[in-house]
């Protein structure tokens, strides 16, 4: 939940409003144990479903998070046509993929920035990290563009 969900939350609001300066996080398990949709087996619950975190974009901006595990009530919204660089391809995941491919085609040919790179990647996998010490530790969190989190106690 906390690289993948929240990580791709956290990349649109990064996207939009700037990176994370510092932060401070708690995280939790509510549920004691999950059931296995296939089995019916039960099971310890062992990942934390819920994360709170509260921090300074890098604009000195307040930010407050809170993302629980479980099923979101979620519905597809359409996408204006100003926005796609390839063709629809469907629902699903394949139209996403296509996307990527026309804007490193873009970037490749034309020298621009549409498509993520390595430091980006870099960027965004600093924020699960920091939360993930800081949650533990109680100890606030500095976010650097050039290494890992600082920690703040």
Do not use: K, W
């Not at 604009?59 to 597809?76: C, D, K, M, N, T």
């Not at 563009?145 to 920690?151: F, K, M, N």
């Amino acid at each position: 939940m906390l690289s993948i969900a929240l990580g791709n939350a956290a990349d649109a609001v990064c996207y939009c409003l700037g990176e994370v300066r510092e932060l401070s996080a708690t995280m939790t398990v509510r549920p004691t144990s999950v059931t296995i949709a296939e089995t019916g087996e039960s099971r310890p619950m062992i990942a934390a479903d819920q994360v709170g975190v509260t921090g300074l974009l890098e604009g000195g901006a307040a930010l407050s998070i809170h993302y629980r595990g479980g099923r979101p009530a979620l519905e597809v919204l359409p996408v204006p046509e100003r926005y796609r660089c390839s063709p629809p391809q469907g629902p699903g995941p394949s139209t996403n993929v296509a996307q990527s491919y026309a804007r490193f085609a873009r970037d490749y040919r034309e020298g621009t920035h549409l498509c993520p790179t390595f430091d980006d990647a870099l960027t965004r996998h600093r924020l699960p990290h920091a939360i993930e010490t800081a949650a533990p530790t109680g100890h606030r969190q500095t976010l650097g563009r050039s290494g890992e989190a600082e920690d703040n106690p």
